[in-house]
C-alpha cells in the first residue's frame, strides 16, 4: 500500500489524511481517526476502523451507517450536493486506536460519507441520506467502485447494527429500497428519530460483553481443534481442562493408550518371567504392541540384533589405530600392531589398512 | 605400562588360565599373577611392535562402531582379510583398537 500518510493536530485530535493512490489494490484497511480525502477532494474524517473492499459491480456507493457513526465532512461545498451520502462515526464508543481487527466473526459497519455538514455526535443524530447512484462523472464524492465493507470491530457497536448491516451493499441502481437491510438505508432527512431510537436501544448493550463473548468463541472453536492424545488418561484425570479439552473420541484414545500400557506390562513381565520359552510369547505380544504402536511411530527401532549378541563373537581383532577416517558412510582404517583370531587360527600384522562401509 | 590389550587374545587368554588354575592350587599369589601378566603386556608389546612386519587389507560392510574412551569398537560383517600370502573370509569380526599414538 502505497498510501501517503500525514498526520497533524486538531482540536478533535490527531488526523490523517489518506489519499488512495490509483491502482491500489483492495481491500484497503483504513484504522479509526483516518481521513479520507477523495480525488474530488473531499475530506471524510472516520472514527471507526472501516475496511474499504472493491466492490464487483464496479460503481457502488458508499454503504449507509448507523446513526451513531458520524463523520464530519470538511468541505462546504457539500451541501450543493443534490444526493450526498452522508458520513457519520461513532460518538459514544471510541474505536480502539490502531488498525482495525477483521478476524471470523465480523462485526459489519458501514460508512456512510455525506458531504453535508453534520453536527457533533453529541447532537441528536444527523440526518442520513440514502445514497443513490452518481455517474462517474460527477462531481460529487463517490468513491467509486469502491465498497466500504465495514469489518470487525472492538468498536463496541451495538449488536443490532451488525444485523442489520451484514447485508447491506450498496450497488448502482440499488437503493436502499430493501429497507430490511440497514435501517438507516430507509432513512431520509427527516427520519433520524427511529434510527436513533434503534441505536440508543441497541447502545446499552456492554460492547466489552460482546467482545469477551467473540473472544470466548473463538478460543472455544480453537480449542475444539485440539485433541489431546497424552497426559493423564480420561478416567484418571485430575485436572479439567485436560477431560474438557479432549473430544468425544480423546476418551477412547485414552483409553487405547491404557491398553498400550497394559500390553507393554504384560510383555515386560513375560520377558522377565522366562527366557527362551517365554521369548516367544513375548515376541508375540511385542508383534500384537509393535502392530498397535505404529501410528505412534515407536516402530523406528531397526536393530535386528541385541547388542550383547551382536558383539559376542569369536572372531577378534585387537589391535592399535593410527586414523580412523570416515566420509559419508564410508570408513577408512589405519590400524598397526594386531592381533589377529579367526576360526581359532591366530594371525599378527604390523599395519592393516580396511573400507569398510556402513 | 602397556596396553593391556592384548590380554583378550588367545595367548593371553590361555596366560590368564594358567594363571587362575596356579592361583587355585596355591602354587602362586595372586600378587604374582598380576605381576606375570604386567609383563605379558610389556612383552607383547614390544614383539608386534619390533618383530612383526607384515601388512594386511580388509574390506567389508559395517555394522557398529563405538569410540569411548578413546577405543574403537567396530563390528564388522562379511570381511575379506586380505595379505599377501592368504585370504581370510568372516561374517561377523569383532576389531577392538586403542589409541596407537598415546601409549601408556
Not at chain 1, 12 to 20: D, M, N, P, Y
Not at chain 1, 51 to 61: D, E, K, L, W
Not at chain 1, 107 to 123: D, E, I, K, M, N
Not at chain 2, 75 to 87: A, G, K, S
Request: glycine residues 8%; charged residues 20%; hydrophobic residues 35%.
Amino acid at each position: 500500500m502505497t498510501a501517503v500518510f500525514k498526520t497533524f493536530q486538531k482540536n478533535t485530535g490527531s488526523i490523517a489524511t489518506f489519499s488512495l493512490p490509483p491502482g491500489m489494490s483492495y481491500p484497503v484497511q483504513i484504522p479509526a481517526g483516518v481521513t479520507l480525502q477523495t480525488s474530488s477532494g473531499h475530506l471524510y474524517k472516520v472514527n471507526v476502523p472501516v475496511m474499504v473492499t472493491q466492490a464487483p459491480g464496479g460503481a457502488s456507493r458508499i454503504l449507509s451507517q448507523p446513526v451513531q457513526h458520524v463523520i464530519e465532512a470538511r468541505e462546504p461545498t457539500a451541501a450543493q450536493r443534490a444526493v450526498a451520502p452522508s458520513v457519520l462515526h461513532t460518538a459514544a464508543p471510541q474505536a480502539p486506536a490502531g488498525p482495525c481487527l477483521h478476524p471470523p466473526e465480523v462485526q459489519q459497519q458501514h460508512v456512510f460519507l455525506s458531504q453535508c455538514a453534520l453536527p457533533r455526535p453529541t447532537a441528536p443524530p444527523p440526518p442520513l441520506i440514502p445514497q443513490a447512484p452518481v455517474s462517474p462523472g460527477d462531481d460529487q464524492f463517490t468513491l467509486e467502485g469502491i465498497e466500504f465493507s465495514p469489518r470487525l470491530l472492538d468498536t463496541g457497536l451495538p449488536s443490532s447494527f451488525p444485523a442489520q448491516l451484514s447485508d447491506f451493499q450498496a450497488k448502482t441502481g440499488q437503493m436502499p429500497a430493501s429497507g430490511s437491510e440497514v435501517g438507516v438505508q430507509g432513512e431520509t432527512k427527516g427520519d433520524v428519530g427511529a434510527l436513533a431510537e434503534r441505536a440508543d436501544n441497541a447502545r446499552p448493550e456492554d460492547p466489552a460483553k460482546r467482545e469477551a463473548g467473540l473472544s470466548c468463541d473463538y478460543n472455544h472453536n480453537v480449542l475444539e481443534d485440539i485433541v489431546q492424545l497424552d497426559g493423564a488418561c480420561g478416567g484418571s484425570s485430575d485436572e479439567g481442562e485436560g477431560g474438557e479439552e479432549e473430544e468425544a473420541d480423546g476418551v477412547t484414545e485414552n483409553e487405547f493408550l491404557g491398553m498400550i500400557n497394559a500390553e507393554a506390562l504384560r510383555a515386560l513381565q513375560e520377558g522377565e518371567g522366562s527366557t527362551g520359552g517365554g521369548s516367544s510369547d513375548s515376541s508375540d505380544a511385542a508383534d500384537e504392541f509393535a502392530e498397535e504402536e505404529d501410528p505412534l511411530n515407536s516402530g523406528d527401532d531397526v536393530s535386528e540384533q541385541d547388542i550383547p549378541d551382536l558383539f559376542d563373537t569369536d572372531n577378534v581383532v585387537v589391535c592399535q589405530y593410527d586414523k580412523i577416517h570416515r566420509s559419508k558412510n564410508r570408513w577408512k582404517f589405519y590400524l598397526k600392531d594386531g592381533v589377529m583370531c579367526f576360526a581359532g587360527k591366530d594371525y599378527v600384522f604390523s599395519k592393516a589398512v580396511g573400507e569398510a562401509e556402513w | 605400562m602397556a596396553y593391556q590389550l592384548y590380554r583378550n587374545t588367545t595367548l593371553g587368554n590361555s596366560l590368564q588360565e594358567s594363571l587362575d588354575e596356579l592361583i587355585q592350587t596355591q602354587q602362586i599369589t595372586p600378587q604374582l599373577a598380576l605381576q606375570v601378566l604386567l609383563q605379558f603386556d610389556k612383552a607383547i608389546n614390544t614383539a608386534l611392535a619390533n618383530r612383526v612386519r607384515n601388512r594386511v587389507n580388509f574390506r567389508g560392510s559395517l555394522n557398529t562402531y563405538r569410540f569411548c574412551d578413546n577405543v574403537w569398537t567396530f563390528v564388522l560383517n562379511d570381511v575379506e582379510f586380505r595379505e599377501v600370502t592368504d585370504l581370510v573370509k568372516v561374517d561377523k569380526v569383532k576389531i577392538v583398537a586403542c589409541d596407537g599414538k598415546t601409549c601408556p
